[in-house]
């Protein structure tokens, strides 16, 4: 069949009489029901490293920590991978609301959001943009030019619109002239949320910062009777260049065509990151355990890959994909399999490629066999702003596997509350054996039906699966 412009996806038939995963499943099954150590690790990481900030102490000691792990579960061939990046931390940021024909300043609860300067001392009147669309910048543009924007990090109202990630909206600020940005968490109640703001992981123009749920209702309450409204963001922060790493284990596999499984391992510093990313990255490491105690020599080589901040505008991975097409190993990348807030699987996304989607659903079906409870669900979706992203973007085939988290976690989302008490044990040790079989799949089978696009299928893909704005917002469309 043939995508919308240009992109020929060849579907092939695949099922479990050509492969018979369902034997090796049950061995992965029992090796990580009897022993996993997904749960043990994470817990330890979070007591003794605490958060993983890219460039931080904690950050390198994280990077040191997935070294050693590796090592002790046989790897010889343990790599780190190291590339330069401008470390930014935060120092102390104030936030204060006042009417414009007033002193009566308020104090707003707030967090800086990366790559803020290293210095701002700004005050200037405040602007509405909702949602913080292109069509809402647009909306007040004659407005905005040296104000503070106040925009929503998620959707409120407008059903069917598509969200944009921080950093784009924060860009489309920069674009329309604005002096700084304020974003509402919508997250219930007091959660403030940190993150970047920077589309290229480099320090931004522009002050940006976040207030909780809470403070964003009372603010656009004072406006609506108060206003006009004045914000004063006064924030010190820090940013030199340091070196960080990418971690890398390889198990040999009887070609050199290969699988990259991966997970970011940095986390911001407001908490532990135990969900984002530690469930992820620590399943990752898991997963690397229980292909060692399988002791089966893979048809394709995997490579375990722990990558650093990812948080900071996906350094890490951006790197290893620089790499690998510099050397051109990138033509041995038969597929990429991203795990950042992996829960439970029951199914896979395929990322838009069709052309993997019978055998995602053959072998979500010997996986059924093996646990009944597994749902076997397929989605197609392909979206942006995690490690697989310079991998799709070199038309590597990627794929992530399709979970949940109950909404009380994910309130905790790059907040002071993402700590280890939210992870369940049996639900991470599911994504270890999930996706430890669907790897085991991707690895072993004598075909894959999904090839690398070519630089012009690349680009109409990601067109066909509406990315291309996202792109051009985050200056990584080179079309």
């Given at each position: 069949m043939a995508?919308?412009g240009g ?7 695949f ?5 018979g ?5 049950r061995r ?22 605490g ?7 904690q950050?390198m000691?994280?990077?040191e920590?997935a070294?050693n792990?590796?090592?002790?579960y046989?790897?010889n061939d343990?790599q ?5 990046v401008?470390?930014w931390?935060?120092?102390t940021?104030?936030l204060?609301?006042?009417p414009?024909s007033?002193d009566?300043?308020?104090e707003?609860?707030v967090?800086?959001l990366?790559h803020?300067?290293?210095m701002?001392d700004?005050k200037?009147?405040?602007v509405?943009?909702g949602n913080?669309?292109?069509?809402d910048?647009e909306?007040?543009k004659d407005?905005?030019k040296?104000?503070?924007?106040v925009?929503?990090i998620g959707?409120?109202?407008?059903p069917?619109?598509?969200?944009l990630?921080?950093s784009?909206k924060?860009a489309l ?9 304020i974003m509402v968490n ?11 703001a ?6 931004i123009a522009i002050p940006?910062v976040?207030i909780?749920n809470d403070?964003?209702?009372?603010l656009?309450?004072w406006?609506?009777e108060?206003g006009?409204l004045e914000?004063?963001?006064n924030m010190r922060?820090f940013s030199?260049p340091?070196?960080?790493?990418n ?8 070609s050199?065509?290969?699988v990259?499984v991966?997970g970011?391992l940095?986390?911001w510093?407001l908490a532990?990151g135990?969900?984002d990313n530690?469930i ?10 229980t292909?060692?105690?399988l002791k089966?020599k893979?048809r394709?080589t995997?490579k ?13 991975s951006?790197?290893m994909v620089?790499?690998l097409v510099?050397t051109?190993?990138?033509?041995k990348v038969?597929?990429?399999m991203?795990l ?7 199914g896979a996304?395929?990322f838009g490629r ?5 055998f ?6 010997d ?5 009944p409870?597994?749902?076997n669900?397929?989605?197609s ?7 697989h992203?310079?991998f ?5 085939p ?5 979970g949940s ?6 309130q905790?989302?790059?907040a002071?509350c993402d700590?280890f008490?939210?992870?369940d044990k ?5 994504t ?9 799949a991707?690895?072993n089978?004598k075909?894959?039906?999904a090839?690398r696009?070519?630089?012009n299928?690349?680009?109409d893909?990601?067109?066909?699966q509406g990315?291309?704005q996202?792109?051009v917002?985050?200056?990584d469309?080179r079309?």
């Open positions: 995508l919308a992109v020929v996806i060849v579907v092939a038939g099922g479990p009489d050509q492969e995963w369902e034997k090796s499943f992965i099954d029992t090796e990580v029901r009897q022993r996993s150590r997904v749960y043990e690790t994470l817990g330890e990481a979070t007591r003794k490293i958060h993983r900030l890219t460039g931080s102490t950050g000691k994280a990077e920590y070294f792990l590796l090592k002790s046989g790897y343990v780190y991978q190291p590339f330069e401008e470390s931390s935060r120092d940021v104030t204060s609301i006042v414009e007033s009566n300043y308020r707003v609860p967090v800086s990366a803020s300067p290293v701002s700004m200037a009147g405040i509405d943009v913080g669309l292109e069509e910048f909306a007040v407005k905005i040296g104000k503070i924007a925009a929503n959707l409120v109202g407008g069917g619109k598509k969200n990630h921080r784009e924060t600020a920069i674009k329309y002239g604005a002096g700084g940005i919508q997250a219930p109640g007091k959660i403030l949320l940190t993150g970047t920077s589309v290229t992981g480099a320090l940006a976040c909780s403070s964003g209702r009372e656009r309450t406006l609506g108060e006009p914000a004063h963001i922060n030199k340091i070196k960080a790493r971690v890398i284990a390889t198990l040999k596999g009887k050199d065509e290969c990259i991966g970011h940095d986390s510093d532990t135990a969900i530690g992820g990255s620590f399943s990752v490491l898991d997963i690397a355990r292909f060692k105690a089966d893979p394709r995997i375990f890959v722990m990558f650093m901040g990812e948080e900071q505008g996906l350094l890490g951006k790197h620089r790499e510099r051109g190993d990138i033509e038969a597929y990429m991203n950042d807030m992996t829960n439970d699987p029951k996304n395929g069709a052309d993997m989607a019978d995602f659903q053959q072998v979500g079906a996986i059924k066999k093996v646990d409870a597994f749902g669900q397929f989605t979706r392909a979206g942006l702003h995690s490690d992203q310079p799709m973007l070199q038309g590597v990627v794929a992530g596997l399709s988290l109950p909404m009380s976690v994910l905790c989302y790059h002071d700590r008490e939210l992870v049996q639900q991470l040790e599911n270890v054996r999930i996706g430890s079989m669907y790897l085991y991707l690895a089978a075909t894959l039906t090839k696009l070519n630089d299928q690349t680009r893909y990601l067109t066909t990315l291309k996202e792109l917002l985050g200056q469309w079309w």
